[in-house]
């Protein structure tokens, strides 16, 4: 009886500290911006508060250090004529990946000071867009745009040793016109063993598996749709079923009608917020960590949003111009973009 008490006292402790959490209200930010010559950034992955990984446009992939200001570099070309343009990277904690755009798709997989290209793929409409692990380290995902009817998805089981492309009959039919986009590595989520991808263009939708990419659902959003440059361009999820798409039209980049979407049962339905309200056009948005969904930011070349209840309504706090953020802690981010990195702490 005893240990049933104690159990229940610290269960209602844990839902007490949830419901009384107070997301902070911030009004201006200030990012320490580090120069980064001839490459554009869109794709990194957080090692601390001191430390990230990047993946750049010039073939480049190499850590960065501030306190140091040094960053081991790779330079990786393909047949000494191809610079490999990322866009993509993920780590499962013993390697990192790099994946480009483009055709030929190349994938490489870097550990212990070397690099090797593990995937080749040639087709005159490849082009892939971002790439996670899963949780357990062991499984891992990357899509890009149809090459047939169907988004190309890329899946690994063995922490990244292999990768298979998964065919179309086992994935649900994307409509002509319907792609992703390569913006910030942030259109793919992964939870547990449940993965979410966002589309844009003709259609903008989600695509759901809960069984690490094997099956799939498709879900429609009311985010802006139709034309090439419009639809979802970043996703997250706070829990299983609590999640913010972000986007808009990146040939309109001041309009904020129908950019900005929340789900509350894991993706299947969406509601419009913050719909003719700034922010506008973002290419990524990020919950802050440990802050139970509440606060997000989401970054563009339209500057840095933050919102602290959930997306419902957001304050513009830096016009700096980043294509994505990730967050190492509550407190601390960093970000890229053209030719620069960036590192914001919340104080």
């Given at each position: 009886?005893?240990?049933?008490?104690?159990?229940?006292?610290?269960?209602?402790?844990?839902?007490?500290?949830?419901?009384?959490?107070?997301?902070?209200?911030?009004?201006?930010?200030?990012?320490?911006?580090?120069?980064?010559?001839?490459?554009?950034?869109?794709?990194?992955?957080?090692?601390?508060?001191?430390?990230?990984?990047?993946?750049?446009?010039?073939?480049?992939?190499?850590?960065f250090e501030d306190?140091?200001?040094?960053?081991?570099?790779?330079?990786l070309k393909y047949?000494?004529?191809?610079?490999?343009?990322?866009?993509?990277?993920?780590?499962?904690?013993?390697?990192?990946?790099?994946?480009?755009?483009?055709?030929?798709?190349?994938?490489?997989?870097?550990?212990?000071?070397?690099?090797?290209?593990?995937?080749?793929?040639?087709?005159?409409?490849?082009?892939?867009?971002?790439?996670?692990?899963?949780?357990?380290?062991?499984?891992?995902?990357?899509?890009?745009?149809?090459?047939?009817?169907?988004?190309?998805?890329?899946?690994?089981?063995?922490?990244?040793?292999?990768?298979?492309?998964?065919?179309?009959?086992?994935?649900?039919?994307?409509?002509?016109?319907?792609?992703?986009?390569?913006?910030?590595?942030?259109?793919?989520?992964?939870?547990?063993?449940?993965?979410?991808?966002?589309?844009?263009?003709?259609?903008?939708?989600?695509?759901?598996?809960?069984?690490?990419?094997?099956?799939?659902?498709?879900?429609?959003?009311?985010i802006i749709q139709?034309?090439?440059?419009?639809?979802?361009?970043?996703?997250?999820?706070?829990?299983?079923?609590?999640?913010?798409?972000?986007?808009?039209?990146?040939?309109?980049?001041?309009?904020?009608?129908?950019?900005?979407?929340?789900?509350?049962?894991?993706?299947?339905?969406?509601?419009?917020?913050?719909?003719?309200?700034?922010?506008?056009?973002?290419?990524?948005?990020?919950?802050?960590?440990?802050?139970?969904?509440?606060?997000?930011?989401?970054?563009?070349?339209?500057?840095?949003?933050?919102?602290?209840?959930?997306?419902?309504?957001?304050?513009?706090?830096?016009?700096?111009?980043?294509?994505?953020?990730?967050?190492?802690?509550?407190?601390?981010?960093?970000?890229?973009?053209?030719?620069?990195?960036?590192?914001?702490?919340?104080?």
């Amino acid at each position: 009886m005893k240990r049933i008490t104690v159990f229940i006292f610290a269960f209602l402790f844990f839902i007490s500290c949830k419901e009384n959490y107070q997301p902070r209200s911030i009004d201006k930010i200030t990012i320490q911006e580090f120069k980064m010559d001839s490459m554009s950034i869109r794709a990194i992955q957080v090692v601390n508060e001191n430390k990230v990984i990047y993946a750049a446009s010039n073939g480049e992939i190499g850590l960065f250090e501030d306190q140091k200001k040094s960053k081991p570099i790779y330079y990786l070309k393909y047949q000494d004529s191809i610079v490999p343009n990322f866009r993509s990277i993920a780590s499962n904690g013993n390697a990192i990946f790099a994946l480009t755009i483009g055709n030929p798709a190349l994938l490489f997989r870097v550990s212990n000071g070397e690099s090797d290209l593990i995937y080749i793929e040639k087709h005159k409409k490849i082009f892939y867009d971002s790439m996670k692990f899963f949780d357990d380290n062991l499984h891992g995902i990357a899509v890009g745009d149809p090459t047939e009817n169907c988004a190309s998805i890329l899946l690994t089981d063995d922490g990244g040793k292999t990768w298979n492309k998964l065919s179309c009959a086992n994935l649900p039919k994307i409509e002509e016109g319907e792609a992703f986009f390569a913006a910030s590595n942030t259109n793919i989520k992964t939870f547990g063993s449940t993965v979410w991808i966002a589309s844009g263009g003709k259609k903008a939708r989600i695509l759901k598996s809960t069984d690490y990419g094997n099956t799939w659902k498709i879900f429609d959003t009311p985010i802006i749709q139709g034309n090439g440059s419009q639809g979802i361009y970043s996703i997250d999820f706070a829990d299983e079923n609590n999640g913010i798409v972000i986007g808009g039209d990146y040939s309109n980049p001041k309009a904020n009608i129908a950019n900005k979407a929340i789900t509350k049962d894991g993706g299947k339905t969406w509601m419009l917020v913050a719909d003719g309200k700034n922010p506008n056009y973002k290419s990524c948005v990020q919950y802050v960590p440990k802050t139970n969904g509440k606060e997000a930011f989401a970054v563009g070349k339209t500057g840095i949003s933050f919102s602290n209840d959930g997306g419902i309504t957001w304050k513009q706090v830096a016009n700096d111009s980043y294509y994505t953020i990730q967050f190492v802690n509550r407190n601390t981010a960093w970000l890229s973009g053209n030719r620069k990195i960036g590192k914001l702490v919340l104080q």
